[in-house]
């Protein structure tokens, strides 16, 4: 490893033409970025892949067509509403075979730009909050560019990398991103509350970032041994952890450990996370990996929705032809959950969106895609109950689905649901 003077000479080393894998969540080297396109005049036709990232992502401007276009392997915030499956695209494909992608050279990675924790006295740096499918970008990458920040927790598992193994590093201390807490409203506060009606002492929890994960966390306080095996974690899980409602004794697999692929929380959870034996951040082809999710116990994985039409298929990664997230690992964990002795599969949704249109729909949205086949759905969750669609026709699902709906909404339903019968 070659200990630079600047991000700029570290950066210098990427060539036009270059596929360049981006650390994603609250890895996101944003310094470097910044960087890259302050001094991106001379470069051309840059491809920059990526998971979800945080920061402003300037090189989806126009003025930079021609130097960068983008892969998005999962949609943030920051990329909502740049689709233009030209200069920025989006790459669907599971979580967990992510990695192959890269391992296969279907997507061959020339440069990995990371973030990462100060080396250790043997000389391994971590990859901190987010191992997902980073390891497997640094392994088949030409060339490894690193940022090397104090305030990157060491977390335990596949995240560590050889100073070896790195070929252009620069020291910088900065902060680590934090996402904003929210307040939750009564409806999401009841949402959490019928999930958490669900969900069983011992059982092994799969839980996301958001309102509702969160929500569903703030009702768990009751419960005892839960386990965590996860693609992700936040602040809300962290609580439980806290608390000791979630201590992993009950895991038949990684017993004593919560496991995740990416963490990402409050200065007090990065804290927390360094150097601690009991949290694992592992590559996502493995802790996504059906075959290992359902090894544990009551598998209870939590997943949420654009919208769920009244046959149980579930959109969950665009609004009709617009992409606003991804694929992510919702199919991972539904189906393994599905597999698990005791295991739950649950979709959880408000019943209607911020502007007030009902998510229960009896036709998607032309363009919208499905994730989650009708035939993987099981319990579906609004503020107004629980729908268990498993073992039932689509006449019953429709039915128990138009129950959970917004009263203002159920007649709406019935009647284009008669339709539907009457068509057929």
Not at 113 to 137: C, M
Not at 142 to 148: G, N, Q, S, T, Y
Not at 335 to 342: C, H, I, Q, T, V
């Amino acid at each position: 490893m070659k200990n630079c003077k600047s991000f700029k000479e570290a950066l210098s080393h990427i060539k036009s033409d270059s596929t360049v894998f981006v650390h994603g969540g609250a890895a996101t080297p944003v310094q470097m970025i910044k960087e890259l396109i302050a001094n991106s005049s001379h470069l051309a036709n840059i491809e920059l892949i990526h998971l979800h990232t945080e920061g402003e992502a300037e090189y989806t401007d126009q003025k930079y067509r021609g130097i960068f276009h983008v892969t998005n392997l999962f949609l943030g915030k920051n990329m909502r509403g740049k689709i233009d499956y030209d200069r920025v695209d989006y790459l669907p494909c599971f979580l967990s075979e992510i990695p192959l992608l890269f391992r296969n050279k279907i997507k061959k990675i020339n440069v990995a730009l990371i973030q990462v924790s100060p080396p250790d006295v043997h000389g391994f740096v971590s990859l901190g909050t987010s191992v997902d499918i980073s390891k497997a970008a640094v392994d088949c990458a030409d060339l490894v560019i690193a940022h090397i920040n104090p305030s990157m927790p060491r977390v335990h598992g596949d995240g560590f990398v050889h100073v070896s193994d790195i070929d252009f590093a620069f020291e910088l201390e900065a902060s680590i991103f934090s996402p904003a807490k929210h307040s939750l409203t009564k409806d999401e506060m009841q949402i959490g509350n019928n999930v958490a009606g669900l969900i069983e002492d011992g059982a092994t929890l799969q839980l996301g970032i958001g309102t509702l994960p969160d929500a569903v966390c703030a009702n768990l306080f009751g419960h005892k041994n839960l386990g965590l095996h996860t693609e992700m974690w936040t602040d809300g899980t962290f609580e439980l952890i806290k608390k000791g409602v979630i201590n992993n004794s009950q895991k038949k697999f990684h017993q004593g450990k919560s496991t995740s692929t990416f963490l990402m929380g409050s200065r007090e959870l990065y804290d927390y996370v360094d150097d601690n034996m009991s949290v694992l951040n592992l590559e996502a082809n493995y802790i996504n990996s059906p075959l290992v999710i359902m090894r544990n116990p009551k598998v209870t994985a939590i997943n949420s929705a654009v919208e769920i039409d009244l046959t149980g298929q579930v959109c969950a990664d665009s609004i009709g032809h617009k992409i606003i997230s991804g694929v992510g690992g919702q199919m991972d964990f539904i189906r393994a959950a599905a597999l698990s002795n005791g295991g739950k599969p649950i979709f959880c949704l408000p019943s209607l969106s911020p502007k007030g249109i009902s998510r229960i729909v009896t036709t998607l949205k032309p363009g919208a895609g499905v994730v989650t086949t009708r035939a993987h759905v099981q319990y579906v969750v609004t503020e107004f109950g629980v729908a268990n669609l498993y073992g039932k026709s689509l006449n019953e699902r429709a039915k128990s689905l138009i129950a959970i709906s917004h009263p203002s909404e159920r007649e709406r339903l019935e009647g284009e649901w008669s339709i539907v019968k009457s068509n057929h």
